[in-house]
Nanobody, 125 residues
């Protein structure tokens, strides 16, 4: 059973760092692809990063490459998003999603089957 819970959001200054966590407390993340997405007010949900079940493959949106790092710890049923050098345009609600291995590291949120409730990240200038 999948029940994703995100945490780690907050209010930070430009240039600061945050580490988001996403956990499935009800069980394993299994052989699933995990993705991080974000949604700002009035905008559609957009892809941030994704990682294969083994952690050996990752994909990032161009806007976060070099600043964000996705990782996972399957023993802890968790996936993480380390966000460095935060900018005001990173302000959004961040969601983690889970999908099966078919289709690979999809940036399209319609491929993801389950979502967490989201965690707010606000970057103040």
């Amino acid at each position: 059973q999948v029940h994703l819970v995100e945490s780690g959001g907050g209010l930070v200054q430009v240039g600061d760092s945050l580490r988001l966590s996403c956990e499935n407390p009800r069980g394993t993340l299994g052989r699933f692809v995990m993705g991080w997405f974000r949604q700002a007010p009035g905008k559609e949900r957009e892809f941030v990063a994704a990682i294969t079940w083994s952690g050996g493959g990752t994909s990032y949106a161009d806007s976060v490459k070099g600043r964000f790092t996705i990782s996972r710890d399957n023993a802890k049923n968790s996936v993480y998003l380390q966000m460095n050098s935060l900018k005001p345009e990173d302000t959004a609600v961040y969601y983690c999603g889970i999908k099966g291995p078919r289709g690979g590291l999809q940036p399209n949120p319609e491929w993801y089957d389950y979502w967490g409730q989201g965690t707010q990240v606000t970057v103040s200038s």
